[in-house]
């Protein structure tokens, strides 16, 4: 049935060799991260170019597209780099070229496209059989001098032709447009920003070249992104962003308001954050309000042509814009977080996250090296052509006799070097001069050409002698930069603004995110909690689960916070809105906060910043707390009472008034100042009245002033004004006496 399957050469064993897996996957795991690091991932910190924009930069120099030519077809150009230089997909080439041509993804474009290459609203490019495209002047700068030996070479994949390791880079390409990337282990992502910024920055680094970070970010402040935007973060952070070569920027959307008459106005959206697809945050911002998360908003329309821009039309005209704004910045992509993370490959080779300072050195250096390796490729054809003239005058000075001699000898060219003493070159130069270059003028064109060339040699070696001239060099090179993406022109102007975040309320701002609506919070004896819509006074017919029943209820709306405080001596925080629906008997507590098993809770109520809680446990012990200290922002709740088994929290009371009853469970009442509780965060409090055994059983706080009242069984009200208080009016933590005549069996004030 099955035939055996042999290996190679018959199955002797020779051909197969036992390979330890660990050792084999590390090192193909590593030779493939490495691939993906240097060939791919990360730009290099010189030229700011991955290899596949590079390639495509280079060939489109290739082809002669300079910013003068005609366009020509993009998948010629495809066609071009994937066959001479980067053996990927066509695809991926393509994505990579129309990404270089469009204003909104690169600060500097540096492929001039023509037809459709995409838009904001994330639509892709045509495909590159329509459209076509040619260098920028950014891409000529960054070529600069490329044929003249300022940059090593390498075979291509095919070893059929060679390619630039990387580009002179005239341009400072890195900072300039950025560069995002993930590679294996690491990632980078670097913003875009003003040239005219980061040449001011190169200059002053050149002249003071141990210059901090906090130095140069005063020339430059911070990104500039392709679309605009305002960056709300500080100068510190933005500092320590640079300092480190890790952090973020927080950017938000640029608008205003438009007056409509009457009162009325609509906000307009004209610039959004940078990488933020228009279509994609309408689309969300559309979903937000059919989900009634955006209570201030009306409507939201796309007005946009060339332009962005984006109507928001408010729910009235009484919504303050600052609040509506800082609303949606809180829940939609019009703020949005740019990371920084400058991870490069240094000198080509060593991929490290760099502070600003260090990003610019390696440029300067590079620029420095491009300047010196022009210059010694301009010395070497100096020389040559010097070499050629000297032959060539020798000739014009014995010109009948050099006749003669190509004329009479077989072999001219070893007798004139004989003759004149001249190197082979010389011969062969004077040999290849045509005739008509024999007339008079000739001569003193030629020692015209010679003094020049000697000069400039001169010059070109002095250059090379010195650090200041090429530094001097290197200064003008970046001016001349500086001068043509200047601020004042049309592709220079900063587009991205600094500005504060306003200080808004965040009360209101949490409150314009929900829609207000009355609500009634049930809480069951058992931690079962809901939300009835609207408020409800008669709490009988609700239903709860067997053995359950109704713990506390109460009105609240879904703006609210609410406060559930536990046996625990701990508060938990739950959002108005985020409680469950009124439908069957909602959900257990447990599920939405994390409270211990051994604890129960012990009341809900609505939160009031301004309100003061006392917080009593059974052995009778309290103090005071400002409820504002009460919120907790997690899960976990906040500890407010330290209260351990088997002694818990009985009660929390308003702390309102200025006298405190209280009732323990021997039925002896006392009367104390409230002045004599602490005010506390968090505690076990004082003793608040003492007892030989048992506990608390009832406390108020009232006003002296109006009397102590309270309730029987019958519902009657029994009111004690201060004279017949005396008897129990005494210190904290003292005995007190038995309750007055008519006090509730029950033991506590509401009978």
């Not at 200047?486 to 587009?495: H, L, Q, S, V, Y």
């Not at 004279?723 to 007190?736: F, I, M, S, V």
Request: glycine fraction near 8%.
């Amino acid at each position: 049935m099955g035939q055996e399957i042999l290996p190679p050469s018959g199955g002797d064993g020779d051909n197969i060799h036992p390979v330890d897996l660990k050792a084999a996957l590390e090192e193909r795991y590593l030779r493939y991260a490495l691939s993906t690091i240097m060939h791919r991932a990360l730009p290099d910190v010189r030229d700011g170019l991955k290899p596949v924009h590079r390639r495509i930069v280079y060939a489109m120099n290739d082809m002669g597209l300079r910013p003068n030519a005609a366009f020509r077809k993009c998948a010629k150009i495809v066609g071009e780099v994937m066959g001479n230089y980067h053996p990927h997909g066509d695809q991926s080439i393509y994505d990579a070229l129309a990404r270089l041509a469009q204003d909104f993804s690169q600060r500097y474009t540096l492929v001039n496209g023509q037809g459709n290459f995409g838009n904001i609203d994330g639509d892709s490019p045509a495909a590159m059989r329509y459209t076509e495209s040619k260098m920028t002047a950014v891409s000529e700068l960054l070529l600069e001098g490329i044929d003249q030996d300022a940059v090593d070479f390498r075979d291509t994949y095919d070893e059929s032709n060679s390619e630039p390791i990387v580009l002179p880079g005239a341009f400072p390409n890195l900072l300039a447009n950025g560069s995002s990337g993930i590679a294996v282990g690491m990632a980078t992502s670097i913003p875009s920003h003003n040239v005219h910024e980061v040449c001011d920055a190169a200059l002053h680094l050149i002249k003071h070249p141990d210059a901090t970070v906090e130095k140069l970010v005063e020339f430059i402040p911070g990104p500039d992104f392709p679309t605009g935007g305002i960056i709300i973060d500080n100068k510190e952070s933005i500092i320590e962003s640079y300092r480190t070569g890790r952090g973020g920027f927080r950017v938000r959307a640029k608008w205003e308001t438009e007056d409509l008459g009457r009162g009325g106005y609509q906000i307009i959206v004209t610039e959004i954050p940078f990488q933020v697809q228009k279509s994609r945050l309408i689309e969300k911002i559309a979903e937000l309000l059919i989900a009634r998360k955006l209570p201030l908003l009306e409507d939201i329309r796309d007005e946009s042509a060339e332009d962005i821009r984006i109507v928001l039309v408010p729910k009235s005209r009484t919504v303050d814009p600052t609040i509506l704004m800082e609303s949606m910045f809180k829940l939609t992509e019009l703020e949005s977080r740019f990371p920084l993370n400058m991870n490069v490959l240094s000198m080509g080779v060593i991929p490290r996250v760099m502070a600003l300072n260090e990003v610019l050195k390696e440029w300067l250096d590079h620029r420095r090296e491009v300047l010196q390796r022009r210059s010694r490729f301009r010395l070497a054809a100096i020389d040559r052509r010097l070499e050629i003239l000297g032959g060539l005058l020798v000739a014009y000075l014995n010109i009948d006799e050099v006749i003669r001699i190509i004329r009479e000898e077989d072999e001219p060219k070893p007798v004139m070097m004989a003759r004149w003493d001249l190197t082979d070159v010389q011969v062969e130069a004077i040999l290849n001069m045509r005739l008509r270059a024999l007339r008079k003028l000739e001569e003193f064109e030629i020692r015209k050409e010679h003094d020049e060339l000697t000069k400039e040699k001169a010059d070109i070696e002095a250059l090379l002698a010195s650090d200041e001239k090429q530094w001097q060099t290197v200064s003008w090179e970046i001016g001349e930069v500086k001068k043509k993406f200047a601020k004042a022109t049309e592709i220079g102007r900063r587009r991205t603004q600094f500005a504060e975040a306003p200080e808004a309320d965040e009360e209101a701002i949490q409150h314009a995110m929900i829609e207000k609506e009355p609500i009634t919070v049930v809480v069951s004896e058992k931690g079962w909690i809901r939300a009835l819509k609207g408020h409800i006074s008669d709490t009988s017919t609700l239903a709860f689960k067997e053995g359950d029943g109704l713990k506390v209820a109460f009105p609240a709306q879904t703006t609210d916070k609410i406060l559930i405080v536990t046996t625990g001596g701990k508060v938990f925080t739950l959002g108005g809105d985020k409680l469950p629906g009124g439908r069957g008997h909602g959900e257990p507590l447990r599920i939405m906060i994390d409270m211990d098993n051994d604890q129960d809770v012990l009341t809900a109520f609505v939160h009031d910043p301004a309100r003061k809680m006392l917080l009593v446990s059974t052995a009778g012990n309290g103090f005071v707390v400002p409820e504002a200290e009460m919120v907790a922002n997690t899960r976990k709740g906040k500890q407010i009472m330290n209260v351990s088994m088997p002694d818990e929290t009985k009660l929390l009371v308003p702390a309102n008034g200025d006298h405190v009853a209280v009732v323990g469970e021997n039925r002896k009442m006392l009367v104390f100042p409230l002045s004599q509780v602490p005010e506390m965060t968090r505690g076990k409090g004082v003793r608040l009245q003492r007892y030989k055994d048992g506990g608390i059983s009832d406390i108020r706080c009232f006003a002296i002033t109006d009397g102590l009242n309270w309730e029987d069984s019958a519902g009657r009200t029994f009111t004690k004004n201060k004279d017949e208080l005396a008897e129990w009016l005494a210190d904290r933590a003292t005995a007190g006496r038995t309750v007055p005549k008519g006090f509730p069996r029950s033991g506590k004030f509401a009978g």
